[in-house]
Structure formats: C-alpha cells, structure tokens
C-alpha cells in the first residue's frame, strides 16, 4: 500500500459518524433550513402568485430536489468521503474520474462561495440581534451604528459569524454538528412557533395569510413562478455542493436512506411554509400600523428592506413586547443561519482534512480565514460582487451541479452498487416503491428537467 494511501486509511479511519437518528434528521435538517427558508420562501411565495407558488414549490421539492438529495445521500454514505474524492471512488474509467475531480471541485468552491455571501447576510442578522439589548441599556449611538450599514460593522460582524462557524466545525460531527444541531433546532421551532401564533394574534394579520394561502393559479404555468421555485428547492436543500453528500458520508450503515431523506425534505419544506405563516401576516400587521410595504416598483416589500427595515419599525412600534419580539426574531434568524452554516463549512473542511492529511482544527480555521477574505472582498465591493455571487452561486451552478451529481449516480455508477448501498439500512428496498420509480427518474428525468429549467432561466 502506499503512503498516500496508508495515509488516507488512517485518517478516513478517524471519519466522524452522527451517533444517532435523531442527530442526523436535525444536522441535515439544520443544514437545510436557513434564511433561505424564513426569508427567501415567503417573499418569493408573495412575489409569485402567493398559494400557487407554495403549490408548485412542494411538488417541485418533492419531485426534484428529493431525488437530486437522495442521489447524493447515497453517494455520500456509499464512498465514506468528501465530494471530490466520492465522484473519484464510483468513476470506472479515466476520463470519468477526471470529470468527477472537476465536478467536485467546483462543488467544493460553490459551496466556499455560498459561505462568503451567507456569513456577510447572516453578520446582519447577530447585530441585530444586539440591538434590542443596547437599546435597552440606552447606548443609541452604539444602537445606531449596529444598524447602519457601515463598512466596519459588516466586516465585524461577517467575521464574528465565521467564527461561531469555525467554532462549531472545529469540534468535529459528533461533539460540534449532532450536538448544536440538536440544541438549535428544536430552540428555532420554539421561536417560530411562538412568534407565529403571536403575530397572527394581530390586527391585519389575516390580510396577509390571505395573500399567502390563496393560490393564483393563473401563474401556475409561469416560467418565472417555475425556475423561482427550483431554485428555492435547491437553495433550501442545499443541494449539488456536496453538503448533503458529506453529511450522508458521515451516516451510520443501518439507516435507511429514502426514509432519512424524505423526512429532511419534509421538516424543510414545513418550516418554509410555517415561515411564511410569520413574515406575510408581518408584513400586513406593519401595514396596519402606517408603514409602507411595497417597495418604488409597487410590488410587495421583499429584499434586505424588509427584514432590516419594515420588520424592526413593527418591532419598535410594539413597545416593551416588541423588543423581545425582535430579540426573539433576529435570535431565530441567527440560528437558522448557523446550522446551514456550518454544512457549507464542512463541505472544504473535509476535503483538506482528507485529502491533505490535515489535522480537523487548522482545516477549519484556514478554511474559516480563506472564507472571510473572500467576504470582505465582497464587503467591500458590495454593489457590484453581491449580487454577482448569488447569482453565479445558487442561479446556475447549484442546479448545474445537482444534474452532474444525478448523471454520476445513474449514468456514471452502479445501478447494483446502489441497490447494495440502500438495501444495507432497507433490506426489502428492491421490492418498494422508491426502487420502482427513482432509478429512473433520476437517470432521465431529473437531469432532463433541471436542464430545462436551466436554459429557461439562462435565457431569461
Ligand atoms: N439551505 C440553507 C438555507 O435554506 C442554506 C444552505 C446550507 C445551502 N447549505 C447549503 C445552500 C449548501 C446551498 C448549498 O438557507
């Protein structure tokens, strides 16, 4: 054997594992619920035919996205290693496993990338978390500069964020991503569950549960509503980077993975949909108070203004309740973003760990550093890289990457190799309904359709 590979024993030996169940269904979901569930899914759902959006993301999600997810659950838990050096191990030939290296290279960047903006957006969310506090305290020009959106600020609080990140990371699956995905997650169903029955307790609330719930099916067959929708899905699974394929990797042999994986779709798109039960009626409650919320264009309030600027007058307009609304709300933002956080992380981090035989706590923290020097890039450029980055990021490469993971797990691999692989935690899985229709599915129509949806949008 040789050293490298002696090398790559012994530390894939050290490999973390999620000790239980319950660990991975909160760490997957952790992963996958994040400000792209309390935010991106209801202001998308408003600004897209509301009930008819809502519709079309769940069946998007479930027919989609579910099967893009379980194509890299499968890979993940099957090769026991990080993106590149999986689409390696189930490459037969030369050529395939050079492509596999590229493709999961540039899965490892995107998901890097993805970390730069979503620690800057998430940097927001911590200050103002602190700021109810030192309003309280009556620190206003303290107060004033957490929330103005100074130069300073950003790259304070970007850095902050990464370094909860790293903190969390560094302690490794079990004792850093089971544990605080087990802490946080049932704290963060807590906050909105309880800001939701408060808000909708409000007047002009169910104004905006109406706009929410009611379906304009006119839009239904909109492209606009279409390649919105997946986009979401994808975002909101984190998809195609290979987040979901490391955290598989680190789950045990005997469970079974279809059900894992529905359970993960299913706890996400709940929580989208419940968060919309917050942020619309929100929305409309700041309404009945005098504020405005449409934005110059004269559609519905959407981006930052909405969260940093309508929300917070709500709060502030609420008295001594509101402060502790927007405590708990800036809290439950903070936390969502967290454990999505830390998969992104994960994604480079073992990647160095394996495949330079680095030690888990300087991966982290030179990982952590890279990271926070390509924000502050963008912090510093905001208008012209942000937007950029989101859209090079989620728009395109993540779907593109998604279809390249489904074709290496149809195309490139095994059909027996992932018969054996599910069938270690479902022994009777080649006589259910998932063997019957996913095989397929994912070898032709899911590649079919997220190209479809694709060129849509690369045309648009
Ligand atoms: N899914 C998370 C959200 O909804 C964000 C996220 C975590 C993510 N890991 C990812 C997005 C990987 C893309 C790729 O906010």
Known sequence: MSAASERTMSMSSQRGVFSSKTGFILAASGSAVGLGNIWGFPTNAAENGGGAFVLMYFVLAFCLAYPALMAELIIGR???ANMVHALQIISPGRTSKIFGTLTGGYGILVASLILSFYSIVAG????????????LAGLDDLSDWLTGNSIA?????????????CSVIAAGVEHGIEKWSCRLMPALLLMLAGLIVYVLMQPGAIT????????DFSQLGDPKLIISALGQAFFSLSLGVGTMLIYGSYLRPEENLPAMGAIVTLVDSSVAFLAGLLVLPALFVAQQQGLN???????????????FQTLPALFAGMGKVGTLIALVFFALMSIAALTSSISMLEVPVSFTIENHATRRRSATWLAGIAIFAVSAVIVVNFTALFG????????YSQ???????????????????ILEEIRSGHPE???SLFWKIWPGYAKYCCPLLIALVLSQSLSG
Do not use: Q
Not at 124 to 135: D, I, N, Q, R, V
Not at 155 to 164: A, E, H, I, R
Not at 208 to 215: A, C, M, R, S, T
Not at 405 to 414: D, G, S
């Open 78 to 80: 099957h090769t026991k």
């Open 124 to 135: 927001w969310m911590l200050a103002y978390l602190l700021e109810p506090l030192t309003t």
């Open 153 to 165: 600020r950003n790259l304070l609080f970007t850095g902050l964020f990464l370094v909860l990140t």
């Open 208 to 215: 905006g549960l109406k706009l929410y719930l009611i379906p």
């Open 293 to 307: 919320i449409y934005s110059e264009s004269g559609s519905l309030m959407a981006g930052p203004d909405l969260i």
């Open 388 to 395: 950029l980055v989101v859209t090079l990021t989620t728009e």
């Open 399 to 417: 779907p593109l990457l998604g279809l390249l993971l489904c074709v290496f797990a149809t195309w490139v691999w095994h059909r027996d190799m």
């Open 429 to 431: 899985v080649e006589y």
